[in-house]
């Protein structure tokens, strides 16, 4: 269910207003974890926006959007040890959503985006509310496009988001019996989502070369992934032989590729 309004308040400015009730199926991992997990239903989004857009000149353009979400039926584990999940969760979410852009013009053309988010979680285990997962209350980037000639452009992103929640925990050292001669570490999870881990950033750039034969457009491209090796603040991996936590965060990351396009 979704419905959608605008209303040109005059022709450089738009207000709209969105609302919706949405449905995610369960995933069939989750699914087939358990046999009882079959019966599980749909989780629920409820959905309300408003917003406006606004021309400031003939190039540059401003978008700007409030929204609220109510979480409903959202699908926890009741037990990792076997699987088993429940439709018991439940949440809200509400954020605001910022953009200027710049449309091409002159060769070139740029955009700058801002995220504020704030969600939260109650599982009804006990525990109380929490940060979901992947939530970041901040994020934000700022991108161009330089086209220097009909065959050859380059591009650059820079992307910048404030810590993801992170669990507190104790990590315990020789948690096997003596015997097995085995020396093994363990972490034990104190508190989900009770830390912020530290900012991500990344800037990554972008070369395209393009050619056309008969009908069809070649285009090599070169992609570098986070240039300055930039902290992603990503979870510590835990290493259980050592009982240390190892900092995994990657460096620049080439990408190399051929495309291939052609209108019918």
């Known amino acids: 269910v979704y419905k959608r309004q605008t209303y040109a ?11 919706g009730i949405y449905y995610e199926s369960p995933p069939l991992l989750v699914r087939a974890a358990n046999p009882d997990n079959f019966d599980l239903t749909n989780e629920e989004i409820a959905h309300v926006a408003f917003g406006f857009d606004y021309d400031i000149n003939e190039q540059w353009n401003v978008m700007l959007e409030a929204y609220y979400q109510e979480l409903d039926d959202l699908i926890v584990d009741q037990s990792r040890a076997s699987g088993r999940a429940l439709n018991a969760g439940e949440g809200d979410n509400s954020g605001i959503d910022l953009v200027l852009q710049r449309s091409f013009g002159q060769s070139w053309s740029a955009d700058f985006t801002y995220s504020w988010n704030n969600a939260s979680q109650d599982d009804n285990d006990g525990r109380g509310s929490y940060t979901p997962d992947f939530s970041r209350e901040h994020f934000a980037s700022i991108g161009a496009r330089w086209e220097i ?9 820079w992307k910048w988001g404030s810590g993801r929640p992170g669990d507190r925990f104790i990590i315990r050292e020789d948690v096997l019996p ?3 001669g085995l020396t093994r570490a363990s972490k034990e999870i104190t508190e989900v989502n009770a830390t912020t881990q530290g900012d991500y950033q990344s800037l990554n750039l972008r070369v395209d070369y393009r050619r056309r034969f008969f009908e069809t457009d070649f285009v090599l491209f070169a992609d570098v992934i986070n240039v300055y090796s930039a902290e992603r603040g990503s979870p510590l991996a835990f290493n259980p032989i050592t009982g240390a936590e190892i ?3 990657p460096g620049p990351f080439p990408q190399f590729g051929l495309i291939l396009e052609r209108a019918w």
């Open 178 to 180: 003596p015997a097995l």
């Open 247 to 249: 900092d995994e965060d």
């Open 9 to 19: 308040a005059a022709p450089d400015l738009r207000f709209s207003f969105t609302s």
């Open 149 to 157: 000639t009909d065959r050859l452009q380059v591009a650059g992103r």
